[in-house]
């Protein structure tokens, strides 16, 4: 069986920084692209950033700049580094991976908090 285990959420002022985490265990052929989403309350799901087993990012516009997503392909690992973190980005984190046992299917992670307050 193959989960997602997400780690480094928490409560942080505007302006600091978090690292979110994200490994895949179980057994599976290979991993293809990487991806971090979030969902504020009351808002629907989306994408923050993705990252391809090349190594290709795609972030999105409100986060260009700040976050900066990255991956250990040995470790089937992703992470988020979330720098200047303003109110706005307060939501439920979730890690995102096309893995491959006999076909590929979307696998999530079960989600991490993260709370930009002072």
């Known amino acids: 069986q193959v989960q997602l285990v997400e780690s480094g959420g928490g409560l942080v002022q505007p302006g600091g920084s978090l690292r979110l985490s994200c490994a895949a265990s179980?057994?599976?052929?290979?991993?293809?692209?990487m991806a971090w989403y979030r969902q504020a309350p009351g808002k629907q799901r989306e994408m923050v950033a993705s990252?391809?087993?090349?190594?290709?990012?795609n972030y999105a516009d409100s986060v260009k700049g700040r976050f900066t997503i990255s991956r250990d392909n040995a470790k089937n690992a992703v992470y988020l580094q979330m720098n200047s973190l303003k109110p706005e980005d307060t939501a439920v984190y979730y890690c995102?991976?096309?893995?491959?046992?006999?076909?590929?299917?979307?696998?999530w992670g079960q989600g991490t908090q993260v709370t930009v307050s002072s």
């Open positions: 995102n991976a096309n893995i491959r046992i006999s076909i590929w299917n979307p696998y």
């Open positions: 179980g057994r599976f052929v290979s991993i293809n692209t």
């Open positions: 990252i391809t087993s090349g190594g290709s990012t």
